[in-house]
């Protein structure tokens, strides 16, 4: 069993509570959040686990074996430091820090320490966008041409960060996983009309040479809520709809066949093509539940994290590239 200990019980922090209190590996030995009141709630749902409102006391508890991360994202960089300083592995939610230097500061004492450093993404966790990854690697899906991914609803403002901090961090992670490719450059708009507030809506391309492409559209200003994404490979399709209650993902045998026209050769002819579609069998564990696993064997050296500190560094240098560029009307920048 690994003693876990969780600091933030906020709005996300109770879901991950529950789950490492659920894991066969885990036991959660302690929890800490400034707010009293968070920790009455605590109390009265886990009376053996004990409270603190000082992350240090949780950070320096010899029995604590692994640190848990859920506070809004400033204080991401300043706990995991410590923990890892003190000889604890982390699991910090997204995004891992406020900057990539932070980022790369973390992984450093990590891996100078041999201990884990993982980041919440919790999407990569969740049966469909494994199904996805799994899909995209068939010789039957070709080399993926696009990845399309829309993330819109009336949404809460966020005071602190833009748009694409709050959600396109989850689209990142999301195509970083299922694409295992790096973007070379991107250009971002985005808007707010609201006096000193971040930008509320937002567009992101993301450049990975001459063959791929990907968008991503963000918006807390929108009457529906979407949470669409499109794959197109050169011979399968996919729609993932993370709203649809089953059937997820959509695989269609679609594409098109360019040929050049006997007459003119050099003027191609672009012929559709259009096959079965059908939905796979996704897995319907609660991601959470998948991740505190794969956590506590991350910890036992039987599995590498599959959202390392590096993974989530990747993530702060769009992010922040995508910021640079917003500032200057989409200009790209190179990453
Ligand atoms: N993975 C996901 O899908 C997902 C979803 C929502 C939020 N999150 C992430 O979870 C984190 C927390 O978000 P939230 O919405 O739960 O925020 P929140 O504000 O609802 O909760 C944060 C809690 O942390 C406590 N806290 C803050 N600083 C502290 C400190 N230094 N010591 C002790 N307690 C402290 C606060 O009192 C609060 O109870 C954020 O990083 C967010 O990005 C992830």
């Known amino acids: 069993m690994i003693d876990v200990g969780v600091i933030g019980y906020g709005y996300w922090g109770p879901n991950l509570v529950r789950n490492f209190v659920s ?4 036991r959660v030995a302690m929890v800490c959040d400034r ?35 859920a506070t809004p994202v400033e204080g991401h960089y300043p706990l995991a430091l ?12 997204k995004p891992i820090a406020s900057t990539a230097d932070e980022a790369a500061r973390l992984i450093d004492e990590a891996d100078k320490r041999g201990l884990v450093l993982a980041v919440d993404h919790t999407f990569v966790f969740t ?29 809460l403002f966020q005071h602190d960060v833009n748009v694409l901090w709050d959600l396109a961090v989850h689209d990142l992670s999301i195509m970083q996983y299922v694409l295992d490719r790096q973007p070379v450059e991107v250009s971002a708009t985005g808007h707010s009309h609201i006096p000193g507030q971040p930008e509320y809506a937002a567009f992101l391309t993301l450049f990975f040479g001459e063959d791929l492409i990907a968008h991503i ?3 807390w200003l929108s009457p529906v809520k979407i ?11 996919i729609v993932y709809d993370d709203l649809e209650t089953s059937e997820k993902i959509k695989l269609y045998d679609k594409g098109i066949t360019v040929s050049e026209t006997p007459e003119q050769v ?70």
């Open 82 to 93: 410590a923990a890892l300083q003190a000889g604890k592995h982390v699991l910090v939610e």
């Open 227 to 237: 949470r669409r994404t499109l794959v197109g490979g050169d011979r399968q399709m």
């Open 23 to 26: 894991s066969p590996s885990t």
């Open 266 to 335: 050099h003027k191609l002819l672009i012929s559709y093509r259009t096959g079965d579609l059908w939905s796979p069998k996704v897995a319907d564990a609660e991601a959470l539940s998948v991740e505190a696993e794969h956590f506590a064997a991350c910890i036992r050296g039987e599995e590498q994290p599959i959202v390392s500190g590096v993974a989530g560094l990747q993530v702060l240098r769009i992010l922040e590239a995508a910021d640079q560029s917003m500032t200057n009307r989409g200009e790209p920048v190179a990453l």
């Open 217 to 219: 559209n963000v918006n």
């Open 35 to 69: 707010d009293p009141a968070r920790l009455e709630k605590v109390a009265s749902l886990y009376p053996a686990i004990r409270l603190t409102r000082s992350p240090d006391e949780l950070i320096a508890d010899p029995e604590v074996a692994a640190v848990v991360i």
């Open 127 to 155: 049966g469909a966008v494994r199904k996805m990854r799994e899909l995209v690697r068939t010789d039957a899906f070709g080399p993926v041409r696009y990845y399309d991914s829309t993330r819109v609803n009336l949404g």
